[in-house]
């Protein structure tokens, strides 16, 4: 079983008290990137194969997830994969600071619900973690078919800049301009089910300046 075999190998261990991620790969890569709740690990294992010098880091509690993108490693032999079965927080809290390139955050959970928002994941918390691990010039991608969560991701993106101590600057500064998915940002099959459901995803890129 591939969760008993290959699983351990690619596991990130967090009994260090700073992760340089660049070290978990062999053979060596050019730079890292992270993707925090992977789903299914279809975008994950797409960028993987696709950019072979970039080492990847997926975040995702859920074991069922896990276990799809632990298959993609070995149907696609990926080395360029490290996997946290858990929070995201507890990975970011580690990593060496500025040492991420790239930071995906895809169709995160909406909680809808008015009691619930304070479970979303982004917020000003997550946001100064995520903004100590990236790198000056380093990208930010956020996706969402929930115009309340978009609103939010900007409102919160506002928020930290004010704060003056890093900067998240929005590529596009224009929500009408953010509907057409890049070619390098395959679709997931949440992207998927919200096409199905006549919902139209914005794809949010921003660019780090600390």
């Known amino acids: ?86 929070d995201a927080r507890f990975l970011l809290e580690k990593l060496t600071p500025r040492s991420l390139a790239r930071t995906f955050i895809l169709y995160p959970d909406p909680w809808p619900k008015q009691d619930q928002k304070k479970r979303r994941f982004v917020n000003a918390e997550t946001l100064a973690l995520i903004s100590a691990a990236m790198k000056t010039g380093a990208e930010l991608r956020v996706a969402s078919d929930i115009p309340d969560y978009v609103n939010w991701t900007l409102k919160h993106i506002d928020a930290h800049n004010a704060l003056g101590k890093s900067q998240f600057v929005w590529k596009n500064n224009d929500l009408s301009e953010c509907r057409e998915r890049p070619a390098d940002w395959p679709q997931t099959r949440y992207e998927q089910k919200a096409l199905r459901e006549n919902r139209v995803p914005a794809y949010l890129c921003f660019e780090h300046h600390s």
């Open 1 to 86: 079983m591939l969760m008993e075999t290959l699983f351990p190998k690619v596991s990130i261990s967090l009994e260090s008290p700073e992760i340089e991620p660049k070290t978990l790969f062999e053979p060596a890569v050019a730079e890292v990137w992270l993707e925090i709740g992977f789903g299914g690990g279809e975008h994950l294992s797409w960028q993987a194969q696709n950019n072979p010098q970039v080492g990847i880091l997926g975040c995702e509690p859920f074991i069922n997830g896990v276990a799809k993108l632990v298959s993609e490693i070995d149907t696609h032999g990926l080395k360029n994969v490290r996997i946290h079965a858990d």
